[in-house]
């Protein structure tokens, strides 16, 4: 709920002509008719980029939303190649295999759930970009952004990714996966030298197994989009990961 204050900032001047009136159905119908555009159904929260109120729980807005999503996949080949006339720009890997999946809650409700970071060339800082769909994103990388760092990114801004079936274990150091660039990229310590205690999986040869112990860990740092190794998918994404066999008919599995 927004505080008093706040409510009395924001949208004290825009409410005060308005009669304090239930609004009829045929307003409310009016109303839902005249949205025409996806970016129509936003304007909530303090910067107006959340989902508007009315379609948090509506079905149809969230399919229409997922649709839009899967659409991410008409400009990319076999190869995994995004063409537009004479550009072309090679989508990761991880990136296209975290896209295959439906959007979450917390990107239907977000406006821009995705990014493009890249380095400005004569200034050398840091650009962001913030983008609706991963297909805009990946267009304007495709057609702008490449020629200008060949490492610009797409970035995932509200939800982390966990790491695909197929890359696990097989990212080698010092490479990681991050579930916010939804790809394998280096991590570094902060300048500060910031730590944090956390459970780390680590091989016992007196066990004969893997074992979690509590440990002071150094803050990491994805150089590309800034996530850390505090964050619980980048963790659990970064562990060793083992198989366990189940026999067919087991119906209970013992814990090792
Ligand atoms: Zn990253």
Not at 76 to 82: A, T
Not at 90 to 97: D, E, I, Q, S, T
Not at 247 to 256: D, E, I, L, M, N
Request: net charge positive; proline share 6%.
């Amino acid at each position: 709920m927004p505080s008093p204050s706040r409510r009395g900032r924001g949208g004290g001047d825009r409410n005060a002509p308005k009669k304090v009136q239930a609004p009829s159905v045929r307003a409310v119908r009016e109303s839902a008719r005249r949205i025409s555009r996806v970016s129509d159904l936003y304007g909530a929260g303090e910067t107006g980029r959340l989902l508007d109120s009315r379609f948090t729980r509506s079905a149809k807005v969230s399919k229409l939303l997922q649709r839009r999503h899967k659409h991410v996949f008409r400009g990319i080949d076999d190869q995994g190649v995004y063409r537009y006339r004479s550009h072309a720009w090679k989508v990761p890997g991880g990136v296209r295999l975290c896209l295959k999946r439906p959007l979450v809650y917390g990107q239907i409700v977000n406006q821009y759930p995705w990014a493009v970071v890249w380095t400005s060339p004569s200034t050398g800082r840091r650009k962001r970009k913030l983008f609706a769909t991963p297909l805009s994103a990946i267009h304007f990388i495709a057609t702008k952004a490449q020629y200008v760092d060949r490492q610009s990114a797409v970035i995932s801004r509200c939800v982390g990714y966990d790491i695909p079936l197929r890359y696990v274990n097989k990212i080698p150091r010092p490479w990681r996966w991050c579930p916010y660039c939804m790809t394998a990229r280096k991590f570094r310590r902060r300048s500060n030298g910031d730590t944090f205690y956390a459970q780390r999986k680590e091989w016992s040869e007196e066990k004969g197994r893997y074992v979690w112990h509590e440990r002071k860990l150094a803050v990491l740092e994805c150089t590309r989009c800034g996530s850390t190794n505090q964050d619980i998918h980048m963790r659990r994404s970064n562990q060793p990961w083992e198989v366990n066999r189940i026999k067919p008919g087991a119906r209970r599995v013992r814990r090792k």
